[in-house]
């Protein structure tokens, strides 16, 4: 293919020409180079190309059908000229068009003769001439062209294609800052820092500051790049604009900061301002602003508010990983002090249980999944007598278990000039109800003293559950006076009790009483009476670990909500009735 | 007046870096291959060479090995871009002494930044 004179960049008036051999095989090469010629100067549409495509290749194909020698070349010559397109398609000889060139064949299934019918059909106008030994055959097509483009033009529009490629460059540069700074900062706070120094110079931006919604809806400011950014506290019903932007979570732009009130903290003579709410999982966490301090720039571009948007949502995001970062601390500090609890009850228990001459004793402590303030002691005085203290602390965790303690010290410093049970809680309660008032809680507790050669009890109760005395009389003994505590005055009494043979005497805490069982009904007294009496033919060693087990039977297992301290006792010598 | 080399096959981005080298002050030059950059420097050193790493032909690090070898550019301060941040890559251009990897999409002000700093701890 020889191309004769088809400069793309040529006047488009002027001709355009290729010539061909004579072979099929050319034919679509031509008309593509025609349809690009066209494309490239933006002259008709795809359909319009596309005919012009069809009718061309149409009219090559009858050129080379009609040539007489092998070697003819096929001239294929355009222009576009006053608004058409001139079409000159020609070949070496003579062609006289038959009255029906132009129309269908008669025979509908004939394999070729719609050449002519096609090519008037898709062109405005087609003439045949046959000149100077040759076959010349002329179409003309209007077809629409664009506007010729002007360099200059273009060239502004490719330079602002470039900018904002250049910004949409620096934008997913910054929202990658953006996102390794909320991977990387400890709190917001340094995030704030390391986020607005990027993101100032990009939203040209005079001032940069992010401001918290605080428990009462008050927004307080958390850190500030760039200029002043307004006061420390912004209340909640405020008129200001940042408060009006909480109130409705919904953000505000301000292409003239002089329109605003004059009080207002973003009120400027020029400049123009954009807050932003942000939120995390429904629930406004607080405010981003940006100002811009002069007239000169205009308002922020659509891609600088996008990116204001995207740093607040970090914002939010940012504040929904504090509060999970604080609610496991939380629960990790939760459960170191449930571990120290667990450690200070252990250590207020007795280790062993010393053998005493007219006494068995023997208490267990089953702890619940939240540590309460349970303990039970025994303490043996010098008169002989031994002394059996349960008492059960208001409260969980930490706190009950140190004022176990404090009980315990307590309890033991009395005891050795004290042995009565009733004036001992009198002492401790006088002792301790300033500190228990001030901390607004109580204890319950009992003390037995065991007399010294067996066989009989003297008791006093602090608001704890009742004794429980199984020796066929009536099992719950439930003299008493109040908690400790809660009267300063109060004044406890001590009861005698003398055990039969095969008498048993359990003190308990109300985690024994309270016990649920899978439906949620408690032991109460009948029921704990009842499953102590199934432990009377057990040792006394025995008695409180079958009692424990027989609970965890009774609640299928399921974790108790309260601790449980029982504590078993059996007369060596009883009294003989 | 410092001269900065910039070697990209892509158009755009040759006109991008013109754009965003064009706050340096320098003079900037252009050559859309490798072959077309080896060209130019032989008519003229550079102060800076930008190279994209992914070119077809000779790619940005070949580009930058055979200027290694050849004493007139063999200090020629060189910032690479690319469109991935490969470690592999990174370590064979930090050996050829390549001063700063930029992965596409940069920020053309970080860039335009780097290339100032080098331009003006440039002697003469």
């Given at each position: 293919m020889h191309r004769d004179a088809a400069d793309p960049t040529s006047e488009l008036t002027e001709w355009a020409c290729l010539s061909l051999p004579a072979e099929l095989a050319a034919v679509g090469a031509a008309v593509e180079q025609l349809c690009r010629w066209l494309q490239l100067r933006g002259i008709g549409d795809q359909a319009s190309r596309d005919d012009t495509n069809l009718a061309v290749t149409e009219a090559l194909t009858n050129a080379i059908r009609h040539k007489s020698n092998p070697s003819d070349r096929v001239r294929l010559a355009w222009r576009w000229h006053g608004g058409a397109l001139e079409i000159e398609v020609s070949e070496p000889g003579q062609f006289a068009p038959t009255q029906t060139w132009a129309q269908l064949p008669d025979?509908?299934?004939?394999?070729?003769?719609r050449g002519g019918f096609l090519i008037t059909q898709l062109m405005d106008a087609v003439e045949h001439h046959n000149e100077s030994g040759r076959h010349a055959l002329r179409l003309n097509k209007r077809l629409s062209c664009l506007p010729p483009v002007d360099p200059a033009e273009a060239e502004a529009t490719l330079d602002a294609m470039t900018e904002e490629l250049g910004n949409t460059y620096e934008t997913v540069s910054a929202l990658f800052h953006f996102a390794r700074s909320l991977a990387t900062s400890a709190d917001l706070r340094t995030l704030s820092e390391k986020t607005f120094e990027k993101l100032r110079p990009l939203a040209e931006a005079t001032t940069v500051w992010v401001r918290l919604v605080q428990p009462d809806g008050a927004l307080r400011l958390l850190a500030a790049a760039g200029g002043e950014p307004g006061p420390e506290l912004i209340l909640p019903d405020s008129e200001i604009c940042e408060a009006s932007v909480a109130r409705q979570v919904a953000e505000q732009t301000l292409a003239h900061r002089r329109e605003l009130a004059a009080d207002d903290p973003l009120h400027a003579a020029s400049g123009c301002a954009f807050v932003c709410p942000f939120s995390f999982e429904g629930h406004l966490r607080g405010v981003l602003g940006v100002t811009r301090?002069?007239?000169?720039?205009g308002f922020f571009t659509a891609g600088q508010l996008g990116l204001v948007r995207t740093l607040a949502d970090f914002m939010g995001i940012a504040c929904g990983s504090a509060d999970l970062q604080e609610q496991r601390q939380q629960a990790e500090r939760a459960a170191r002090e449930l571990e120290i609890a667990e450690q200070i009850q252990q250590a207020l228990l007795p280790k062993l249980i010393a053998p005493h001459p007219a006494w068995v004793v023997h208490g267990v402590c089953a702890q619940a999944a939240e540590v309460g303030g349970d303990f039970f002691d025994v303490l043996d005085l010098e008169s002989g007598a031994r002394l059996v203290v349960i008492a059960d602390v208001m409260g969980k965790g930490v706190p009950a278990a140190l004022l176990a303690t404090t009980l315990r010290t307590a309890l033991r410093s009395h005891a050795v000039s004290v042995g009565d049970p009733g004036r001992l809680l009198t002492l401790v309660n006088r002792q301790l109800s300033a500190d228990l008032q001030s901390l607004e809680m109580f204890i319950t507790a009992q003390v037995l003293s065991l007399e010294a050669g067996g066989g009989a009890l003297t008791y006093a109760n602090a608001g704890h559950c009742p004794l429980l005395v199984q020796d066929g009389g009536k099992p719950w003994h439930d003299e008493g006076g109040l908690p400790l505590g809660v009267n300063d005055d109060e004044v406890y009494a001590s009861t005698r009790l003398e055990l039969v043979a095969g008498a048993r005497v359990l003190l308990m805490t109300d985690g024994y009483l309270e016990h649920e069982d899978a439906a949620g009904r408690q032991l109460g007294f009948d029921g704990g009476a009842a499953l102590a009496q199934?432990?009377?033919?057990?040792a006394v060693p025995e008695v409180c670990a079958a009692l424990i087990t027989a609970l965890g039977r009774r609640a299928q297992n399921r974790s108790s909500r309260d601790d449980c301290t029982l504590v078993a006792i059996a007369p060596l010598n009883p009294i003989s009735k | 007046m410092k001269n900065v080399l910039i070697v990209d096959d892509d158009t755009f981005m040759r006109r991008l870096l013109q754009q965003t080298l064009n706050r340096t002050g320098a003079r900037i030059r252009q050559a859309g291959s490798g072959d077309a950059a080896l060209q130019e420097l032989a008519a003229e050193p550079a102060d800076l060479m930008i190279i994209d790493v992914?070119?077809?032909?000779?790619?940005g690090l070949e580009i930058v090995q055979l200027l290694r070898a050849d004493a007139a550019h063999a200090a020629m301060p060189v910032i690479m871009l690319t469109a991935g941040g490969l470690t592999e890559l990174r370590s064979k251009a930090a050996a050829l002494g390549v001063a700063e990897f930029f992965t596409k999409p940069f920020a053309p002000s970080a860039l335009a930044a780097k290339a100032k700093e080098i331009l003006d701890a440039k002697q003469g």
């Open positions: 025979d509908p299934l004939a394999e070729g003769g301090d002069t007239d000169e720039e199934e432990t009377l033919g057990l | 992914n070119m077809p032909g000779r790619d």
